[in-house]
């Protein structure tokens, strides 16, 4: 009678452990769910200010301002490069981690890192050489509110890839099956990647 009850109750264990592993796997992750809340939201403040150009390009009669020299492109193409290139390293990071190689991620993550230093230096050697200011007209305004913005974002990718690695140094932290953090810096920076796309093709390109 005693052993009967006993295996009543690791039975009802079982199936209540299993229960909860079911619930757990349909569910889906809320803070994902956040975080593609979070970017949408945030596109749309990109959009605003793409449109803004776009509109000003439109109704102004005269398309670049007089006065306004052309964009040097040599900076921003190889800063292009860089960004791109930068999310295909991060991608051998995460790949890295799903094989449980937490030096592979923090070798790829650390190279994605300084990548983005690199883009933030040219983008400052770039200002630093600007033969117009912001307030020199509509579409000098334009360009540094759209590129420094652009340029936050950039900063703020590299200072989460930064702390994944300073957490990455826990043992356990980051695994095959716990990598939260990861995915989500990595998400981010491809988010940040895909803006400069559309920017540099609006600013450099078709105001040139």
């Known amino acids: 009678m005693q052993g009967s ?9 079982i199936a209540t452990e299993q ?43 005269v398309w670049p301002p ?10 921003p193409v190889i800063n292009t490069a860089i960004l791109v290139a930068s999310s295909f390293v991060m991608h051998e990071g995460q790949k890295a981690l799903k094989q449980n190689n937490v030096g592979g ?12 230093a690199v883009f933030l230096a040219g983008q400052v050697y770039e200002y630093s050489h600007a033969e117009f ?15 420094g913005f652009h340029g936050l974002h950039v900063l703020t990718g590299v200072l989460l890839i930064l702390c994944v690695l300073w957490r990455s140094r826990q043992e356990g932290h980051y695994s095959a099956s716990s990598h939260f953090g990861v995915e989500a810096a990595e998400i981010y920076w491809h988010f940040v990647d895909v803006i400069w796309l559309v920017l ?3 600013v450099y390109l078709i105001n040139n």
């Open 105 to 116: 991620l923090q070798k790829y993550f650390g190279i994605t890192a300084a990548m983005g």
């Open 5 to 13: 009850t006993v295996d009543n109750k690791t039975q009802i264990a």
């Open 66 to 75: 007089e006065g306004m020299p052309e964009f040097e492109l040599l900076i």
């Open 200 to 202: 540099f093709v609006l």
């Open 133 to 147: 200011g912001l307030t020199e007209n509509l579409l000098a305004s334009c360009f540094y509110v759209l590129t």
């Open 19 to 61: 229960e909860a592993e079911h619930g757990h796997h349909e569910h889906p992750d809320f803070r994902m769910i956040g975080l593609y809340i979070f970017l949408i939201s945030d596109s749309m403040t990109f959009l605003g200010f793409f449109a803004a150009l776009l509109i000003y390009r439109a109704i102004m009669p």
